[in-house]
């Protein structure tokens, strides 16, 4: 076919730019026909002539405005959507060459929506699944755990005694059963260790409906009185204790001291109901004969077909109702039946009652990075349609249709969103992965089971709607701003570039919040990285290496007087150290009574108007060496070792003995513990000792105000024993084990805490949160330097034919800086005014909680407002000097 | 009957050509019976406006082609309407009635 000459496709183009699409294609697709038919009968030449006199006159701007109008009747065919693609095509082809235009700054624009992106899609996925998602289980949305609803609208563990009414007769749930997890001795595996069992209700796996990998689950039959010893192994628990030994069914291993025969092994990654590496079949009538109050054991159900979660709720609730009616309200003052139950989802029970706030918070907080980076990328969309707003205008007025400007100018923010999002997802799926690896790492068998993260679905959903919030904010709203303009003014505003009124407005408000921004996030980002520098330096007073720590508790119904539990806790203490492996070791507890961390004291010879008023301490109940546990004598003596200790004796900390007894000695000081009004016994200083951390170690009063008192004063029930010991964790767990079943085999430690490990984690764990605050801020102080940056620096290049029109008036190079940095400086002033009652504010409700040395926040006042000073001058002077040094005349026609 | 109702002069010579080409009456036809009998190369993109503006007042009726071409461009059928023919017909008879006893003076031609 015959194309019309070269100099008519400029015109052909202006037509199609300047009509709707079915307007232009009606028109063009006649002309073509009469060109053919020209060219067909007489010359090119000629043909070439009309064609180009027939789009002059379609150009003409009076059929111009009447061909927009172009009627339309009810009956024509909708638009196919083809066609619409083919706007939308052209209109990505105009922005991309928009972007291609500044390579720079478009990649700079990505990368930053990246990094937000990804922060928020990472947040919402790790979030997602912790704690919205489903069980990875077979109907998992249906399983469910049955808590107790307390008064206050929390939940918690039910009373056993209340689960039984719940199993007897609801009917919206079924295969109601109760799970506990207990400490117990593995021997048989590669080496003896302390591991927890879950003592599972059999119905649980139907519930969990997974089949075993090898042999079978847990039976009804399982659980009956007189029912073999069997247990389930979890995979990890397979692989890593028993090599995946595919031979393990019907092997015998030791339970702590109990003969148990292995009949299953679960699947990897099962470890419903939460993390267990072993379940172990709980006796059908163990929680049947139980007192209120003895036993709260954990329990599931599943939700029976066609019900839902909220009729569970109002079922518990009438059942509960009854059952609190017919329960005799206890005459002991003990606790009543519950006031009703609930059906919370695992995940949701797992974080507690805030789970979902929690969620809500973490999630604005990421999407508040998100907002920022679409903050800045707008920023630099709304200069470039301020740019435009002219030729918008004039298409407004020419009456192209609004949503087809928007689109066409929110075309950069889909395409800079759209590869942004790509980014995010990998940024995302890289976070989850090492998240995945991380966690695996510091708690192989320590975490629930769903947490295994990774990109999934709902990841990629979410994905998508942030990258449609950030097209809206970053494109759609300076958009719809431009083309709602109005016509006649922008027109008329013939100011050559002296920005008009409208934009400059904008503009300046813009420097001022980010100024105002960039300058909290370096407060906090400061205040913060100082803070993850106090945690990591931590002292807690004590030497920790070797040291262990584990849990003793004694059977109520064993150990009947105080005089057989401090008997059976001294010789504990004796028997480890008698011990080659064990240097030294001791048995601390709280005091009972509400007497604990914190305990109100009382001093001899002084006078309290209030408790309020008393001086208070961390009370201890110590058998054994005290240096076990990283306290040194300082003065006096320490609690007699060889024998018991008079009862009445105690030691205080140095700051504490300061205090009390400024300019004098504290030995053979008295004391009384609890409130003053309250006979108690007197007890005598014999020694001062060193300070260790208690409670809050980042508040301001850590430093240990410590009591410590014989172990045969209080007579705890339970008490934890901390033992230095020259090998690793495992030898010391056969020794202490070893020592307690010496004194007797029915009292079963619990698990034993290596402190170098637990500070090695925590160490792990605070240099992580180190990184990724460092790795937040940083990314924040990019995006609001870049953003700073581009709008300052922006707003002079558009006033760069003021600054040609100054200079040929005759203005030195010098004023014309002046000026412009004397403007700039006017917003630097406000942001940072924001800015500081901002961070005063903060800081007022960070020094509530924390300690902070305050010249961090006169090291904070200057140096922020300096840097960000430089910054923002510098964003004014650099574009200002080149403006300055171009010849007026080509200042004056610069676009 | 309002002043607004009558034909203009162009008017009259789209709609007459309109008439003359008959069914398959879209912008080309018509700009070239225009051509053929007055001589006149109108623009097409004016023939369109005014029959926009007839089809808006009901002279004439139009119908967008259902299948675009290999370009996406769709076409627009036109066809007079009764109310359209009324107004030809009172336009002709108008002219008539004003040219009834009207005699040129000599030499003119």
């Known amino acids: 076919m015959r194309r019309p000459g070269l100099s008519s496709r400029g015109l052909e183009r202006l037509v199609r730019a300047m009509l709707p699409g079915p307007v232009s294609g009606l028109i063009l697709r006649d002309l073509e026909e009469g060109y053919r038919a020209r060219a067909a009968a007489a010359s090119a030449d000629?043909?070439?002539?009309?064609?180009?006199?027939?789009?002059?006159?379609?150009?003409?701007?009076?059929?111009?405005?009447?061909?927009?109008?172009?009627?339309?009747?009810?009956?024509?065919?909708?638009?196919?959507?083809?066609?619409?693609?083919?706007?939308?095509?052209?209109?990505?082809?105009?922005?991309?060459?928009?972007?291609?235009?500044?390579?720079?700054?478009?990649?700079?624009?990505?990368?930053?929506?990246?990094?937000?992106?990804?922060?928020?899609?990472?947040?919402?996925?790790?979030?997602?699944?912790?704690?919205?998602?489903?069980?990875?289980?077979?109907?998992?949305?249906?399983?469910?755990?049955?808590?107790?609803?307390?008064?206050?609208?929390?939940?918690?563990?039910?009373?056993?005694?209340?689960?039984?009414?719940?199993?007897?007769?609801?009917?919206?749930?079924?295969?109601?059963?109760?799970?506990?997890?207990?400490?117990?001795?593995?021997?048989?595996?590669?080496?003896?260790?302390?591991?927890?069992?879950?003592?599972?209700?059999?119905?649980?796996?139907?519930?969990?409906?997974?089949?075993?990998?090898?042999?079978?689950?847990?039976?009804?039959?399982?659980?009956?009185?007189?029912?073999?010893?069997?247990?389930?192994?979890?995979?990890?628990?397979?692989?890593?204790?028993?090599?995946?030994?595919?031979?393990?069914?019907?092997?015998?291993?030791?339970?702590?001291?109990?003969?148990?025969?292995?009949?299953?092994?679960?699947?990897?990654?099962?470890?419903?109901?939460?993390?267990?590496?072993?379940?172990?079949?709980?006796?059908?009538?163990?929680?049947?004969?139980?007192?209120?109050?003895?036993?709260?054991?954990?329990?599931?159900?599943?939700?029976?077909?066609?019900?839902?979660?909220?009729?569970?709720?109002?079922?518990?609730?009438?059942?509960?109702?009854?059952?609190?009616?017919?329960?005799?309200v206890p005459d002991d003052g003990g606790e009543p039946a519950a006031v009703s139950a609930r059906a919370v989802a695992f995940p949701v029970a797992q974080m507690g009652d805030e789970a979902h706030f929690v969620f809500v918070i973490l999630n604005l907080a990421a999407s508040s990075i998100l907002l920022l980076a679409c903050i800045n990328v707008g920023n630099l969309l709304v200069s470039r349609a301020v740019e435009r707003g002219r030729e918008t205008t004039i298409r407004v007025a020419l009456g192209a249709p609004r949503w087809r400007l928007v689109l066409q100018m929110m075309g950069e923010s889909v395409i800079i969103a759209t590869l942004g999002g790509a980014i995010a997802l990998w940024i995302a799926d890289r976070g989850l992965r090492w998240l995945d690896g991380f966690m695996r790492s510091i708690a192989p068998d320590g975490r629930p089971f769903w947490y295994t993260w990774g990109l999934d679905l709902d990841t990629v959903a979410a994905a998508g709607a942030f990258v449609i919030a950030t097209i809206v904010l970053t494109g759609g709203i300076p958009a719809w701003r431009a083309t709602r303009a109005d016509a006649d003014a922008v027109l008329r505003d013939g100011t050559r570039g002296a920005l008009g009124a409208g934009a400059g407005r904008v503009t300046r408000a813009l420097v001022v919040v980010q100024v105002a921004v960039i300058a909290v996030l370096m407060f906090l980002g400061g205040t913060s990285a100082y803070l993850t520098q106090v945690i990591a330096d931590i002292d807690f007073g004590m030497d920790t290496e070797g040291v262990m720590v584990s849990t003793v508790g004694l059977p109520d119904d064993r150990y009947l007087t105080d005089e057989a539990r401090t008997a059976f806790f001294e010789r504990l203490q004796r028997e480890l150290e008698q011990q080659a492996s064990v240097p030294a070791a001791a048995l601390r507890a709280g005091l009972a009574d509400g007497i604990g961390h914190g305990s109100e004291v009382v001093i001899e010879g002084q006078r309290y108007e209030s408790s309020l008023l008393q001086p208070r301490a961390a009370v201890t109940a110590i058998a054994g060496s005290l240096e076990t546990v990283g306290v040194r004598l300082v003065s006096g003596r320490l609690f007699a070792l060889d024998g018991p200790e008079d009862g009445s004796s105690a030691l205080v900390s140095e700051t504490l003995a300061r205090e009390q007894w400024p300019g004098q000695s504290a030995i053979g000081q008295r004391l009384r513990l609890g409130d003053a009004a309250r006979e108690s016994e007197w007890y005598t200083v014999v020694g001062v000792v060193s300070d260790v951390v208690v409670g809050n170690p980042f508040s301001r009063d850590r430093h240990g105000r410590s009591i410590y008192v014989p172990l045969a004063a209080v007579a705890p029930r339970t008490a934890s024993v901390v033992f230095r010991h020259a090998g690793d964790s495992r030898a010391a767990v056969l020794s202490l084990h070893a020592a307690v079943e010496d004194i007797d085999a029915a009292v079963m430690p619990g698990r034993i805490v290596d402190f170098d490990e637990m500070f090695q984690a925590m160490g792990r764990m605070t240099a992580l949160a180190t990184r990724v605050l460092a790795a937040c801020f940083g990314f924040a102080m990019v995006l609001a330097v870049t953003g700073i940056y581009g709008l300052t620096s922006r707003s002079v290049v558009q006033r760069t034919q003021e600054i040609g029109i100054r200079r040929a008036l005759g203005a030195t190079e010098g004023r014309v800086v002046r000026l412009f940095l004397r403007h700039g400086g006017r917003q630097l002033v406000q942001g940072l005014g924001i800015a500081l009652v901002v961070a005063a504010l903060a800081s007022i409700a960070a020094a509530q909680l924390l300690d902070m040395n305050p010249m961090i926040y006169v090291v904070a006042a200057v140096a922020v407002p300096a840097i960000i000073s430089a910054i923002v001058l510098l964003a004014i002077y650099i574009p200002t000097r080149r403006a300055v040094h171009l010849e007026p005349s080509v200042a004056l026609w610069h676009e | 009957m309002g002043k607004g109702s009558n034909l203009g002069e162009f008017e009259q010579v789209v709609m007459l050509a309109l008439a003359r080409v008959g069914e398959t009456a879209y912008g080309v036809p018509v700009h070239e019976e225009i051509l053929r009998t007055t001589g006149r190369d109108v623009a097409i993109a004016s023939v369109y406006v005014t029959l926009s503006r007839m089809d808006a007042k009901g002279l004439v009726t139009s119908v967008l082609e259902t299948r675009a071409d290999a370009h996406g461009r769709p076409r627009r059928f036109y066809a007079l309407t009764l109310a359209g023919w009324e107004a030809l017909r009172r336009s002709r008879a108008a002219m008539n009635q004003l040219w009834h006893g009207v005699e040129e003076p000599e030499g003119l031609s």
């Open chain 1, 46 to 328: 000629s043909a070439n002539r009309w064609y180009a006199r027939q789009l002059l006159l379609t150009l003409s701007p009076t059929r111009l405005l009447a061909l927009r109008r172009l009627h339309r009747r009810a009956g024509d065919p909708v638009q196919r959507p083809g066609r619409a693609l083919v706007h939308l095509a052209g209109d990505m082809r105009y922005s991309l060459r928009l972007l291609r235009k500044s390579p720079a700054m478009s990649a700079l624009t990505i990368v930053v929506t990246a990094g937000g992106l990804g922060v928020s899609v990472f947040t919402y996925s790790m979030l997602n699944t912790m704690m919205l998602e489903p069980l990875p289980l077979p109907q998992g949305d249906r399983i469910v755990r049955v808590m107790s609803l307390e008064p206050d609208g929390t939940t918690s563990l039910l009373d056993a005694v209340d689960l039984q009414p719940i199993r007897d007769s609801v009917r919206s749930l079924e295969l109601v059963g109760a799970w506990e997890s207990e400490h117990r001795l593995l021997r048989g595996g590669a080496t003896p260790r302390a591991i927890f069992a879950e003592l599972v209700d059999p119905e649980m796996f139907e519930v969990a409906v997974t089949p075993p990998l090898l042999g079978r689950v847990l039976l009804a039959a399982d659980a009956q009185p007189g029912a073999e010893p069997v247990a389930v192994l979890g995979y990890h628990l397979w692989q890593s204790d028993f090599g995946g030994d595919a031979d393990i069914l019907d092997r015998v291993i030791e339970l702590s001291g109990v003969q148990t025969r292995i009949v299953g092994v679960m699947p990897e990654g099962f470890g419903f109901p939460v993390w267990a590496s072993l379940w172990q079949a709980l006796p059908a009538d163990a929680l049947r004969y139980v007192a209120r109050g003895k036993r709260f054991p954990n329990a599931f159900a599943r939700l029976a077909p066609g019900a839902t979660a909220a009729q569970a709720d109002a079922e518990l609730d009438l059942i509960m109702q009854r059952w609190r009616r017919e329960q005799p």
